[in-house]
């Protein structure tokens, strides 16, 4: 059993910034790619950001040069920066692993997390 505790969400200014936490726990071995999508009322969950465990990195257009993904493999955590904060990041931030094998259990499966809010609004 794996799960995905998500942490740093809240409501901030428009321009402000806040560090999302997602770290992931259980008898994990290994676990591919980490990380966080969104999804806005009434919109279909998208990319934030992903990154592997050798450190690549992907963002989705909206959030280039704004966001910054990182992952501390020893903690199997990752985390979410997320600067020049606008209205329209306002959602739920969701964590998500991918590729994750356990001490038990070879074969990969994909996890995510419950959700963290954050508003942007003044």
């Known amino acids: 059993q794996v799960q995905l505790v998500e942490s740093g969400g809240g409501l901030v200014q428009p321009g402000g910034s806040l560090r999302l936490s997602c770290a992931a726990s259980g008898s994990i071995f290994s676990i591919n790619a980490m990380g966080w999508y969104r999804q806005a009322p009434g919109k279909q969950r998208e990319l934030s950001a992903t990154?592997?465990?050798?450190?690549?990195?992907n963002y989705g257009d909206s959030v280039k040069g704004r966001f910054t993904i990182s992952r501390d493999n020893a903690k199997n955590t990752v985390y979410l920066q997320m600067n020049s904060l606008k209205p329209e990041d306002t959602a739920v931030y969701y964590c998500k692993a991918d590729g994750v094998r356990l001490r038990t259990n070879w074969r990969p499966n994909d996890y995510w997390g419950q959700g963290t809010q954050v508003t942007v609004s003044s």
């Open positions: 990154i592997t465990s050798g450190g690549s990195t």
